[in-house]
């Protein structure tokens, strides 16, 4: 079964880093490019941008570039994005998704809650 | 390129034929997707390339349009059909969303 397996809900305060990830499995990992996608709460979804896994090329939203960071470990099919500094903004759903004439198989997602 | 998508919310009735519009901004050939999201869930992708529908999505769905103008259709709404539907395009970075359509119940 092809499938995209997120990293747990967190909870963290402003100005924390936090690393979340994505794992690939029943896929040739390296074969489709890994989608970021936000949706915050009661709004809809937001492109964030995109990572090929097989070389880690990005793609960013100019909504999230410098605030986010892709990347991807081809060696355990696991896609990351990562904040150095969170923000109450942030606080949000974060979805990966394979990329594949649209979006043909998406994460459970992934609740980042930041609070003081 | 900015996609909009109309009306952002109806009512219907089961068994009614809905019609959803995404106008581009910018031409963007057939590179269209449409997504089904419910509540709590993660969406779904139902038609890419603007009209293929996809594995295992019912036949009451449907994609038409190009360029700038692209529809997604319910012939026949089911109750399991009430959802937030987003139509994105996968043509130029960055990538982007619809705003999103919420089909309720009337």
């Known amino acids: 079964e092809v499938q995209l397996v997120q990293s747990g809900a967190e909870v963290k305060k402003p100005g924390e880093s936090l690393r979340i990830s994505c794992k690939g499995s029943?896929?040739?990992?390296?074969?489709?490019?890994i989608t970021w996608v936000r949706q915050m709460p009661g709004k809809g979804l937001e492109w964030m941008g995109n990572?090929?896994?097989?070389?880690?090329?990005?793609n960013y939203s100019p909504s999230f570039q410098g605030h986010v960071t892709f990347s991807a470990d081809r060696s355990i099919s696991t896609a990351y994005l990562q904040w150095s500094s969170l923000k109450a903004s942030d606080i949000a759903i974060y979805y990966c998704?394979?990329?594949?004439?649209?979006?043909?198989?998406w994460g459970q997602g992934t609740t980042v809650t930041v609070s003081s | 390129i900015q996609l909009t998508q109309s009306p952002s919310s109806l009512s219907a009735s089961v068994g009614d034929r809905v019609t959803i519009t995404c106008r581009a901004s910018?031409?963007?050939?057939?590179?269209l997707a449409w997504y089904q999201q419910k509540p709590g869930k993660a969406p779904k992708v139902l038609i890419s390339?603007?009209?293929t529908l996809q594995s295992g999505v019912p036949s009451r769905f449907s994609g038409n349009g190009s360029w700038t103008d692209f529809t997604l259709t319910i012939t026949s709404l089911q109750p399991e059909d009430f959802a937030t539907y987003y139509c994105?395009?996968?043509?130029?970075?960055?990538?982007?969303f619809g705003g999103g359509t919420k089909v309720e119940i009337k």
């Open positions: 998704a394979r990329r594949n004439r649209g979006l043909d198989v």
């Open positions: 029943g896929y040739i990992f390296t074969n489709y490019w």
């Open positions: 990572i090929d896994p097989s070389d880690s090329y990005t």
């Open positions: 910018k031409g963007i050939s057939h590179y």
């Open positions: 390339t603007a009209s």
């Open positions: 994105q395009q996968d043509d130029t970075y960055p990538l982007t």
